[in-house]
């Protein structure tokens, strides 16, 4: 039998066992709420605002109500602002005096440098009534004065911390869940009938692979979920920032393989349940450190020095990557070389936990050291 | 820590071998040895005369000194995965999960969950899951330890049945008096080495020591027989069990008993493989 077939039926029986349980489904049902929550909890706390619009004047006759009118379900007000010319509008416009340009000619509504949604449809659905003694009915088209600028709007971080707190919970959860499959597999012995046929580091690859398609499957579900309805407009913000969440998943992916590894390895490690999750807690505070070393950089400056290096060093760069790419976007080159070191560190960690692996599942009694489990470890 | 050193022995297709030893020995440990769960840093495992790697290992079964299955996963799908560890397809792992389960009583528990079986029929389990791909080797740790009379005679002709189709088996134990029944072949391991190996009968014959047991009637409470090389086991009653160098002759021993006494019986034997282990094991 191949190596790959051992790891497929390990990763096999992982997920199905695992797909029995209650807990899995009942936290996949907690996750899609919490997604679907997060949208009403949106709505309500959306405040009123009081929009500026330039018109060039001289304004058409009802205007100012039917903008009125038409902010009014969305708990917002609209204050004209008339001006000389198109040309004395973009001014206005672009020293922030007014957040729209309405230029009822062309049909269009010129923002700043990114298109505020709200204001769009309060205009449009303004104008499409004011029209109506009209004909033919127009809608506006929206245009932006500059091209949409980098500096990001409220969606964009609240996409970018939400998905990285996601991820991070996602990877504290399933490493646990890695964690506590190896100390039970140990405390139960079946792990020296299982090792008599299969070899450790692909036990340890079919359980990472298994729990970790079950963590994937549960994130695409969730991540899914949160892209279509911001696609669908239900966050206020830019359909576009959906692919910046739907990121989340392939690092999730990568993120995963590399603290899971180092989760079995603690696991494997230990010799009770209780020294199990103190081993464990060095390998999730070593994720926290790295995920709140992240988040402070990324809001002091996420173009800064350390928020360039931490996206692509490994033990941070599936907590950071996401979110900066959904705050400034981050260039194709540093994506290439986030992957390619991670992917290199989960081939080097996979061999060191492979051999501490063979060597710790059948220790028994005290707490194996890494050094002395390396030392003693066969190779795999 | 060496735990083995100079432990060699061998096992045909066919044969069935006590591996036997005091706690402590070295027996698990190669046993695992066999199957790569430690790594011995010197000397060599060989099947059909090439080095024992991870593709040989699948022909091997093996019940750990340690048992252990997986709690909460149901027996038959139990058996299957471990039948398919050993690469077996999912259809002949399913159809052997439940011809052994039937032939081990467990017929109607196969879609139990492990932790809702009694210890002993756990015990089945892992019997079968050790059995299930029709091991060339069949390597058991201490299969007899904790099993009733009636468990235990299952098991004996179980183990005889695979001889019989073909297997070698490997299994220690300390019930020597199992072991002499059903084994072909001992070894015998002591402090890590081997102290004995080969045919049970072959290797009683060759002890310096013949056991002599004989029933009187009418002796004086303290007699012995005056035989040097002769010494005093036991005794009860009229009963006495002695132990007596090989080249003493049991006739001087029978005649010296017959001047003081009335001899009911009378035998000269080679030791038993209990009094063999003691013997080799002597501390």
């Not at chain 1, 009125?68 to 973009?90: C, E, I, K, N, T």
């Not at chain 1, 269009?108 to 499409?128: G, K």
């Not at chain 1, 939400?162 to 792990?191: C, D, H, I, P």
């Not at chain 1, 913000?237 to 899971?260: D, E, I, K, R, T």
Request: glycine content about 8%; charged content about 20%.
């Amino acid at each position: 039998m191949s190596g790959r077939q051992a790891i497929a039926l390990v990763a096999r029986r992982e997920l199905r066992e695992r797909l029995r349980s209650r807990a899995f489904l009942l936290s996949t049902v907690l996750m899609l709420a919490l997604v679907g929550g997060s949208v009403a909890l949106g709505r309500m706390v959306e405040t009123e605002r009081t929009y500026g619009v330039a018109v060039v004047a001289p304004a058409p006759s009802g205007l100012g109500s039917a903008l009125q009118r038409a902010a009014a379900p969305f708990d917002a007000r609209v204050r004209l602002r008339p001006v000389a010319s198109a040309a004395a509008g973009r001014e206005e416009l672009a020293a922030k005096r007014v957040d729209a340009l309405l230029l009822l000619r062309d049909d269009r509504l010129v923002f700043r440098s990114n298109v505020e949604a709200r204001l769009a449809a309060i205009a449009d659905t303004a104008v499409r009534a004011l029209r109506r003694h009209l004909p033919p009915t127009a809608e506006l088209a929206t245009a932006t004065l500059e091209p949409p600028d980098a500096e990001a709007t409220d969606a964009a971080t609240a996409v970018a911390y939400a998905g990285s707190l996601l991820l991070f919970m996602s990877l504290a959860v399933y490493g646990q869940w890695v964690l506590t499959g190896v100390v039970e597999e140990k405390n139960n012995r079946v792990v020296e009938l299982v090792l008599s046929a299969v070899r450790p580091r692909h036990l340890l690859a079919g359980k990472v692979i298994g729990i970790g398609l079950l963590g994937l499957g549960q994130l695409a579900l969730v991540a899914g979920l949160a892209a279509s309805l911001l696609a669908a407009g239900a966050f206020d913000a830019p359909a576009s920032l959906g692919g910046n969440l739907v990121l989340v998943v392939p690092w999730f992916a990568l993120g995963f393989a590399l603290y899971a590894v180092a989760y079995a390895a603690a696991g494997a490690l230990a010799g009770t349940q209780q020294d199990a999750s103190s081993v464990g807690q060095q390998v999730t505070y070593t994720m926290l450190a790295a995920y709140f070393l992240g988040y402070v950089a990324v809001a002091a400056d996420a173009e800064g020095t350390l928020a360039h290096v931490l996206t692509v060093v490994p033990l941070s760069a599936p907590l950071v990557l996401p979110a900066r790419s959904a705050l400034v976007g981050v260039p194709l080159w540093e994506h290439a070389l986030a992957v390619v070191l991670v992917l290199a560190s989960i081939h080097a960690l996979v061999r060191l936990a492979g051999r501490v692996y063979a060597r710790g599942l059948l220790h028994t009694g005290p707490r194996l050291g890494v050094r002395a489990a390396w030392r003693t470890g066969q190779k795999t | 820590m060496q735990a083995l050193d100079d432990c060699s022995f061998s096992v045909a297709r066919g044969r069935t071998l006590g591996f036997l030893g005091p706690n402590g020995a070295g027996k698990t440990t190669a046993m695992r040895a066999i199957f790569g769960l430690v790594e011995p840093e010197a000397g060599e495992l060989s099947w059909d005369g090439r080095p024992i790697g991870p593709e040989e290992r699948l022909r091997f079964g093996y019940m750990p000194e340690e048992r252990g299955l997986y709690p909460r996963m149901p027996v038959a799908d139990q058996l299957e995965y471990f039948g398919r560890l050993h690469g077996m397809r999912a259809g002949a792992a399913r159809a052997a999960a439940s011809a052994w389960l039937e032939r081990l009583g467990l017929g109607g528990r196969a879609r139990a969950r492990v932790e809702e079986l009694s210890h002993g029929n756990q015990q089945r389990v892992q019997l079968a899951a050790a059995l299930l791909h029709e091991p060339e080797l069949l390597v058991l740790d201490e299969p007899f330890a904790g099993l009733d009379p009636i468990a235990v005679r299952t098991l004996a002709e179980v183990l005889r049945a695979e001889a019989a189709r073909g297997a070698a088996v490997v299994f220690s134990s300390h019930q020597l008096d199992l072991v002499e029944d059903i084994c072909e072949e001992v070894a015998i391991v002591d402090h890590g080495r081997i102290v004995a190996t080969g045919d049970v009968g072959a290797l009683r014959r060759r002890s310096r020591r013949r056991r002599i047991e004989l029933e009187l009637d009418g002796a004086p409470a303290a007699w012995l027989p005056g035989v040097p090389g002769v010494e005093l086991v036991e005794r009860r009653d009229g009963d006495l069990r002695l132990v007596a160098d090989r080249d003493v002759d049991p006739e001087r021993v029978l005649q010296e008993a017959e001047r003081a006494a009335r001899v009911v019986a009378f035998s000269y034997a080679p030791p038993s493989l209990a009094e063999l282990f003691l013997e080799l094991v002597d501390r």
